[in-house]
């Protein structure tokens, strides 16, 4: 279970945080939507304790993580993967030795039984006929599954995953979405931030929605569809005018209306 | 006025906070040193004293090649007005071996390992490489910074020693080419007159020369913030940092060694 209790982060002076309450029950797949910029990058860098908050707390598998050690964070983070934004792979070892880092380093497995487990994750992302190119051989897509079976390799109980089909052709998004929904069937903890609304609706269990720091709206993918919230119909309907971009930093939508005010 | 001296302010300010920085690295690298000795770290480490040599090799001979011809040329005019061209090898060999060997290597070193550690840190930085390390629990200080620190801290004195070598074989050519010193005079002149001290001082200050080169890319490289102009930047203020404290350093042990 993941609890983030009262968040509050401050970046560059603004608070991109500001006082946000998830939970995420265990076994839950949780997808974080948002406007770009809203933070949930942010939220999620929390969880793992890669940011420490500026208020409140966050909770992760029964420990209170924030403001603690990298030592005192290893055993949180020996039970999360985190599937970063760009994939975040090692540029000069290969797609295989990327996958195979966290056990090699180490060194408590058995390289037989570490090259098995290699294969067996390379073959979940379909990615066993690139495993020995390296990172800038292969394309951004396969960059990003790359990513994901290194965040497998160690068997996880939590998956963060950092928009997981961004930039994916159709295809390639669901072979994602499928894995998605099998590491959900097999128990395990998921929060998935996307900009992809069809794959949200296809893995989701609840959809929370970022906005100002804050979750605007929480529910099941049902809810959320038929939400009454005019800044839920607003981001699914990808509307420009409504709640979300009020006073926008962008201020597309108020400088057509009232001249340049917004610039 | 005022945004004159609050610019100044903001600047020591940085200053002390990366100098804080780079000196809490250093310490940390050399309590992880006991790391060092597992196959992989020695691994990567070997890895990386084979690169850098390589990569560093060609252009330190021909710099120390030309230092020695240009050290022979000046110093061998000057002597020869006074009849002393004799005296050419101990010249060369001293300010060689004692201060433009290991200055000079270095200098070398900076701008192509130094900015080279400081960019690709800094690309790791940006791509969010370092943090992947973080969740994985593997130490970036361990992982990265160790080994680079050990490599440069052995490589800098064995291309020191090498670029000292050219430099007074570049000499000697000069000397019998252009000022008739035989290369038995010279090679005399020199070894009588160079004492352990100087080979001493020579290697110390190319440690210290090493361990600055890649503490300093190593800061800059994490401190890298903000994309790909980032990591330029970063290596940019890698190699002028490095610069201003190597020739300060080496003003400084010279001082100490000659006093
Ligand atoms: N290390 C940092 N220092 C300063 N500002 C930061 C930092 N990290 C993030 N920010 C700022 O915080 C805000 C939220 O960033 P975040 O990456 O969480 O957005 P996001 O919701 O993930 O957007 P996207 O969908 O584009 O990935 C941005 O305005 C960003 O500029
Ligand atoms: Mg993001």
Known sequence: ?263 | MTGWIQALGGFLGRSAETTGYGLVLLARTILSLPHLFSRRRLRDCLDLCFTYCLGSFTVTAVVALFTGMILALNGGDSLASLGQENLIGRIVAISMIREMGPFMTALILTASLGSGIAAEIGTMRVSEEIDALRIMSISPIRFLVLPRLVALTLITPVMTIFAGFIGILGASIVAANNFGVTWIAFSNDALENLSTGDVYIGLIKSVVFGITIATVGATQGLLTKGGATGVGEAARRAVVITFLLVIIQGYYLSWVYLS
């Open chain 1, 1 to 263: 279970m993941i609890i983030l209790e009262n968040l509050t982060k401050i970046l560059g002076g603004k608070a991109i945080l500001n006082g946000l309450d998830l939970q995420i029950e265990t076994g839950e797949t949780l997808v974080l939507l948002g406007r770009s910029g809203t933070g949930k990058s942010v939220t999620l860098r929390h969880i793992v304790g890669l940011m420490t908050p500026d208020g409140g707390r966050v909770e992760v598998l029964g420990k209170e993580i924030s403001g603690h050690s990298e030592e005192e964070l290893k055993y949180v983070r020996s039970k999360v993967g985190y599937l970063f934004q760009d994939g975040a792979l090692l540029n000069w070892l290969t797609v295989e030795e990327n996958v195979a880092l966290p056990l090699k380093e180490f060194g408590k497995t058995p390289t037989s039984e570490i090259n098995d487990r290699v294969q067996e994750v390379l073959k979940e992302v379909e990615l066993d006929f690139h495993a020995d190119k390296f990172p800038s051989e292969i394309s951004g897509g396969m960059r990003k599954r790359a990513g994901l079976a290194r965040a497998l390799i160690s068997r996880p109980e939590i998956v963060l995953h950092d928009e997981p089909t961004s930039g994916l052709d159709p295809i390639s998004s669901s072979i994602i979405n499928r894995l998605v929904n099998r590491l959900k069937s097999s128990g395990i903890t998921q929060v998935l931030v996307t900009h992809d609304m069809h794959s949200a609706f296809e893995v989701a269990d609840r959809i929370a929605l970022l906005h100002e720091g804050k979750i605007r709206s929480l529910g099941t993918v049902e809810e959320i569809r038929n939400s009454a919230d005019e800044a839920v119909q607003q981001f699914l309907d990808g509307k420009i005018k409504g709640p979300l971009t009020q006073g926008a930093i962008d201020g597309v939508c108020d400088s057509e209306e009232n001249g340049n005010e917004a610039t």
